[in-house]
């Protein structure tokens, strides 16, 4: 689902008239806790439409919800419940929902997020912006920015752990995957499900994957 920051809205043709300003559009009002408020509940509704029509009219049965940038347990649940208003509720008519893993809460609390999601897919340029606090916007800071930094494997690993101890599904996007086979190699041997890559990296990740999956089975 939609995870426009304020500034990004505001530079859309008319967003400016809507918008708030925000001193740190990238910590402020998007993804989650714009779907329940009073502000955007109306537009969401409309995200809501699209998915039903692609799901039940057009027969995309397969079409996934993914929820970003979703900060707290209590978020969660009300994001559920604008869900279900809009007629999209988790299994009915093999729904699934999944949820974007990018702040330190949703490792921390993995196995609650858990309990309402069927599954976690790691934002790993959010995750490490928010664990190192690094902006990751800024040319200034882009030599401390690295998903592979230790402080950021440590938490993906522990998300991983959580989630197969819940029997949640996993993935990750992001560019790390595609830019560094070692951490490719990191996630499989962490029993990640998924890894999506850019199409120009697909077939060296793929090699790398093989590799590493031999090597676990043969441990």
């Known amino acids: 689902m939609s995870d426009f920051k304020t500034n990004e ?17 990238m910590l402020g009002w998007r993804g ?24 039940e009219e057009l027969g995309l049965e397969n079409i996934v919800i993914m929820i970003p940038f979703c900060r707290t347990i209590a978020e969660a649940d009300k994001v559920l419940a604008e869900l279900s208003k809009n ?4 299994h009915r008519k093999g729904l699934q929902i999944h949820v974007m893993a990018e702040i330190p809460s949703n490792v921390l609390l993995a196995e609650r997020f858990a309990e309402r999601f069927d599954g976690f897919s790691i934002g790993s340029n959010d995750l490490t912006q928010l664990v190192l606090g690094v902006d990751r916007d800024s040319d200034i800071l882009s030599t401390l920015f690295d998903e592979r930094d230790e402080a950021v494997t440590t938490a993906i690993a522990e998300l991983l752990s959580k989630a197969q101890k819940s029997g949640a599904h996993t993935g990750i996007c992001g560019q790390a995957p595609s830019d560094h086979p070692e951490f490719a190699r990191f996630l499989v041997e962490h029993g990640i499900d998924s890894i999506s890559v850019s199409p120009d990296s697909f077939l060296a990740v793929k090699r790398v994957i ?10």
């Open 9 to 25: 809205y505001a530079r859309l043709i008319g967003g400016s008239a809507f918008e708030p300003h925000e001193e740190n559009p």
């Open 32 to 55: 989650a806790s714009r779907y329940y408020s009073e502000g955007y509940r109306d537009g969401f509704a409309l995200e809501c439409r699209a998915v039903r029509m692609a799901r």
């Open 87 to 90: 007629g999209l509720v988790r």
């Open 210 to 219: 093989a590799k590493a999956e031999d090597a676990f089975r043969s441990r």
